[in-house]
Nanobody, 114 residues
Framework: QVQLVESGGGLVQAGGSLRLSCAASGFSISSKTMGWYRQAPGMQRELVTRILSSGLTIYGDSVKGRFTISRDNGKNTVFLQMDSLKPEDTAVYYC????????WGQGTQVTVSS
């Protein structure tokens, strides 16, 4: 049974940092392109960054230079280091495969105050 469990969110002031984790089970992330998505209130879920099985990383323009995605295949876990946070980063953050996503986890709430 596939499970994705996100954690590490919270309330932070603008300019602060958070580190999100996504523990995957039921499949191996090592061969997958994994992504971090976010959904702000009233908005559609969007893909903000992805990491290929090769380790290549791709970032959306809104987070480039501030967010860093990484993976630990041995722990089957994906991370998102978020620095220089802005109020517009406020959203529920999810991880999933990029191609043919599995059922979504519960996500983790990130709230950035101005």
């Amino acid at each position: 049974q596939v499970q994705l469990v996100e954690s590490g969110g919270g309330l932070v002031q603008a300019g602060g940092s958070l580190r999100l984790s996504c523990a995957a089970s039921g499949f191996s992330i090592s061969s997958k392109t994994m992504g971090w998505y976010r959904q702000a209130p009233g908005m559609q879920r969007e893909l903000v960054t992805r990491i290929l099985s090769s380790g290549l990383t791709i970032y959306g323009d809104s987070v480039k230079g501030r967010f860093t995605i990484s993976r630990d295949n041995g722990k089957n876990t994906v991370f998102l280091q978020m620095d220089s946070l802005k109020p517009e980063d406020t959203a529920v953050y999810y991880c999933n495969t990029v191609f043919r996503p599995f059922d979504w986890g519960q996500g983790t709430q990130v709230t950035v105050s101005s």
